[in-house]
């Protein structure tokens, strides 16, 4: 029998402030997109921004429906965007942000699954690692270089 042992490194910042200026200012816009979270059975907003190799941002936010698989999570509804708005454009970050309505939210709170798996994809399409940022409402946020660090076993097309 063989072990295999799986590990990654995170960048913590502390605070917003830390951050460099580019990727301070996609925070912010993720920021204002999850104010625009349209939350009413969860009560949690979550925000997310893409800064696309040609300059441009996409933000989107998490839109819940009552038939629960009907919803979308903000990194989804920003990333099929991008996808469909700049097919052919390479991602370079996607800075994430959520809020609770039900307490304050100070940790910083990674994308769930399947918008890990929705990331990699287009990590996997464009051959080049994907910087991923989030964090709570306040607090510390932290830095992935690569959705391979929060998804180290991705399913992806050659196992197909």
Avoid: W
């Amino acid at each position: 029998m063989k072990e295999l042992k799986i590990s990654t490194t995170f960048k913590i910042y502390e605070q917003l402030s830390e951050l460099p200026s580019a990727v301070f200012s996609l925070m912010q816009q993720a920021i204002k997109a999850r104010n625009n979270a349209y939350s009413p059975y969860s009560k949690f907003n979550v925000g997310a921004a893409i800064l696309l190799d040609n300059g441009e941002v996409v933000i989107g936010s998490n839109q819940e429906n009552a038939a629960y698989p009907s919803g979308l999570c903000a990194e989804r509804v920003a990333i099929f965007q991008a996808g469909a708005l700049y097919p052919n454009v390479k991602i370079k970050a996607i800075a994430i942000t959520a809020t609770s309505q039900a307490k304050k939210v100070v940790e910083p709170i990674p994308p769930c699954g399947a918008c890990r798996q929705s990331m990699a994809e287009y990590e996997m399409r464009q051959n080049e690692g994907i910087e991923l940022y989030f964090m709570g409402e306040e607090g510390a946020i932290m830095k992935s270089d690569s959705l391979a660090d929060i998804l180290p076993l991705m399913f992806e097309k050659s196992h197909l």
